[in-house]
């Protein structure tokens, strides 16, 4: 089972939909659940991230966490062509010293005008 | 605001031939990494370096990978003999102390090897 999974997509929507972006992961050791959004061909940027079971809400965006399934969820309500990118969730990884991140493979998002 | 900037932004080497790719880290960042991304694959560790010293490494980081901090601002990575499977995205990651504190990112050094 890989440690991380995530749907590489690509999901089209329409604009103002709202968006579901998942990830499944296998170790349970994991406590923070990280999600980045990254524009082609640049860098990953923080979008939001969660510690505890539950919903975080920010603006538009809401990361939802459910560690008794190994499963979190970023929401995005009234979708934009803004919005178009790869979303990545990424798990600082506990045993290690500097807590690396493991990333999942990205979902594509297009949202259409 | 600040950011971690990396040069060059895209690089092509022949196959054999020493590359370096530079980052400057956000000042007062304590934790240092590179991380890869081939083609439509996902982004992968590859090293971390804290207090002037590599804390851990990936499978991938094999002798052929090097990284230094030269003159205390720079965060250098150095591939020695770079091979055909080396073409990627390079990021490099600062993040401050505190166990969970967010990695941020440069943009990236697309390396092309011929």
């Known amino acids: 089972q890989k440690e991380v999974e995530q749907d590489p997509g690509p999901l089209s929507v329409p604009e103002g939909a709202i968006v579901s972006l998942n990830c499944t992961y296998s170790n349970s050791a994991f406590q923070y659940f990280m999600w980045y959004r990254q524009y082609s061909r640049k860098g990953p940027e923080l979008l939001m991230y969660?510690?505890?079971?539950g919903n975080k809400e920010d603006g538009r965006f809401t990361a939802q966490v459910d560690k008794s399934s190994k499963y979190i969820s970023l929401f995005i309500r009234d979708s934009q062509p803004s919005d178009s990118a790869t979303y990545l969730c990424?798990?600082?990884?506990?045993?290690?010293?500097?807590?690396?991140?493991?990333f999942g493979t990205g979902t594509r998002l297009k949202v259409l005008a | 605001e600040p950011e971690v900037t990396q040069t060059p932004s895209h690089q092509v080497t022949q196959m054999g031939q020493e590359v370096i790719l530079r980052c400057v880290p956000i000042?007062?960042?304590?934790?240092f990494y590179w991380y890869r991304q081939i083609l439509g694959q996902k982004v992968e560790f590859l090293v971390s370096f804290y207090n002037n010293e590599i804390s851990e490494k990936s499978e991938i980081f094999d002798d052929q990978f090097s990284v230094e901090r030269p003159d205390g601002s720079n965060f250098t990575l150095k591939i020695r003999s770079t091979k055909l499977e080396d073409s990627a995205m390079y990021f490099c990651?600062?993040?401050?102390?505190?166990?969970?504190?967010?990695?941020?990112f440069g943009p990236g050094t697309r390396l092309t090897v011929l």
């Open positions: 990651a600062t993040r401050d102390r505190g166990l969970y504190n967010e990695q941020f």
């Open positions: 990424a798990f600082p990884y506990p045993y290690s010293g500097t807590y690396k991140y493991i």
């Open positions: 000042s007062n960042h304590l934790y």
């Open positions: 969660t510690y505890s079971s």
